[in-house]
C-alpha cells in the first residue's frame, strides 16, 4: 500500500485542520487505519485508528474530545479532522495501514511521508 498523507501546515492555537492520507496500490478496506505523529526529540505517539470498516475508532489520550478519524472507503481516503489545537500538537503527522492491528506503531504495516502540523500560540 501507498500513503500520501496532506492537510498540514501552520495554524494558531485553537484552531482547526483535517489531514488526508490516500492510499493506492492494494485494497483499501481491508487495512485498519492509524495516525500517528513525532515531535522533534520524542518517540512516535498513537493519536487515532479507524478499524477496516469505518465502524470503529480509537483515541490517544491527549487528543480525546478533540480530534476525529473518518474513511471513505470509496475514495481510499483516511482523515484525521483537529479541532481546538494545542501548541503540544505541533509534530509530523504520519498515516499508517495494518492488516492485524489497530494500537501501536509495530501494528502496522505501511506508512506514510507524514506532514507537518505547526500550531503557534
Known amino acids: 500500500v501507498q500513503l500520501q498523507a496532506s492537510g498540514g501546515g501552520l495554524v494558531q492555537a485553537g484552531g482547526s485542520l483535517r489531514l488526508s492520507c490516500a492510499a493506492s496500490g492494494h485494497t483499501f478496506s481491508n487495512y485498519n487505519m492509524g495516525w500517528f505523529r513525532q515531535a522533534p526529540g520524542k518517540e512516535r505517539e498513537f493519536v487515532a485508528a479507524t478499524t477496516w470498516s469505518g465502524g470503529g475508532t480509537v483515541y490517544g489520550d491527549s487528543v480525546k474530545g478533540r480530534f476525529t478519524v473518518s474513511r471513505d472507503n470509496a475514495k481510499n481516503t483516511v482523515y484525521l479532522q483537529m479541532n481546538s489545537l494545542k501548541s503540544e500538537d505541533t509534530a509530523v503527522y504520519y498515516c499508517?495501514?495494518?492488516?492485524?492491528?489497530?494500537?501501536?506503531?509495530?501494528?502496522?504495516?505501511?506508512w506514510g511521508q507524514g506532514t507537518q502540523v505547526t500550531v503557534s500560540s
Open positions: 499508517a495501514a495494518s492488516l492485524t492491528g489497530l494500537l501501536g506503531p509495530r501494528a502496522y504495516d505501511y
